[in-house]
């Protein structure tokens, strides 16, 4: 590790902590050339497989942007999608893998999706999955009153709309 203010090629760790969530390590460190000191914080780098074979960092932010997308002209806040990438997030981190398949991260989405917004997540299940005909939408929807009625009815939708399934 290089000094942030000498360059000297080599620094000494005095202290090293783990964050509050765990996903880092933070470390305070000293320069034997100039003796400042200065902290650095690291992280596992998390990757994402995608289909074409290629792997890139796992974002939370394109997360999202694919999210909102699916949200576009519905209810829901920017707070309520970060709240879901960060979800998404602390369940793929939890698995303890430093690579993932970019499916299954589709698939961390759709869970938390689903409890937001029950239009948004026909709309990116349908892209997800590559719903090809009505017919894989009345499929979808089916699943979805039928998770409904096991569960009750749910707290985003109004009470009025609850009555007419």
Known sequence: MHCPFCRHPDTRVIDSRSTEDGSAIRRRR?????????????????????????????????????????????????????????????EIRSRGVAEVPAHEIGLAILGPLRELDEVAYLHFASVYRGFESLADFEQEIAVLRAGRERSGPSPAQPAEAQDQD
Do not use: N
Request: proline letters at 5%; charged letters at 30%; one cysteine or more.
């Open 30 to 90: 000293s320069c034997p050339q100039c003796e400042r000191r200065f902290t650095t914080q690291e992280t596992v780098l998390l990757m994402v497989a995608k289909r074409s074979g290629v792997t890139e960092p796992f974002s939370r932010t394109k997360i999202v942007a694919g999210v909102r997308r699916a949200c576009q002209g519905r209810p829901v806040t920017e707070d309520s999608l970060a709240k879901l990438g960060q979800q998404v997030e602390e």
